[in-house]
């Protein structure tokens, strides 16, 4: 890739990563400069027949800062090539949260077996800042164009 002279590195912030599979120590780190999503790995031997779903461990634990959450995102050459995504897209890992990081996935694919290993990767997981809502009961809400059409109001053709 060619330098970009606009390219600005990211804001950065620390998070701990605690190792729990001493055969798979944690490695979360981005494969390219750019990149928002870290892989994670899997820590077992997974096989994912068409339409069957795994809870798969990943082998890390993290601590976020306050402020932070951490989203597990699918891979999209599992989801293009092999049909296999993650069940709840994004899946939240709140700041709070300090046990292993686990990914529901499940193979989509109608035909093919999808196997994964040891240090296979299988997710991505995006840190973000969040801001908390102070939610206020109300009566009424302010228009919109929008108003209340919902799932569909845009239609398909552009």
Do not use: C, W
């Not at 989801?79 to 993650?86: F, N």
């Not at 299988?122 to 009566?139: G, M, S």
Request: glycine content about 8%; charged content about 20%; aromatic content about 6%.
């Amino acid at each position: 890739m060619a330098f970009d002279e606009t390219y600005n590195e990211p804001e950065s912030t620390e998070v701990l990563v605690k190792s729990l599979d001493p055969e798979h120590p944690a490695q979360l780190h981005y494969a390219h400069a750019g990149d928002a999503g870290a892989d994670l790995i899997t820590t077992v031997d997974v096989t994912l027949k068409p339409f069957e779903r795994a809870l798969v461990p990943t082998g890390v634990a993290i601590a976020l800062p306050a402020g932070y959450v951490a989203l597990v995102h699918p891979r999209s050459g599992l989801a293009a090539k092999q049909g296999v995504t993650v069940l709840n897209a994004p899946g939240t890992v709140d700041a709070g949260y300090r046990g292993e990081i686990k990914v529901p996935l499940i193979n989509l694919d109608p035909k093919h077996t999808a196997v994964f290993h040891p240090g296979d990767r299988i997710a991505q997981l995006v840190i973000q800042r969040y801001v908390e809502a102070r939610f206020i009961p109300a009566e009424t809400l302010p228009g919109s164009d929008r108003a209340e059409r919902g799932f569909g109001s845009t239609g398909v053709a552009s």
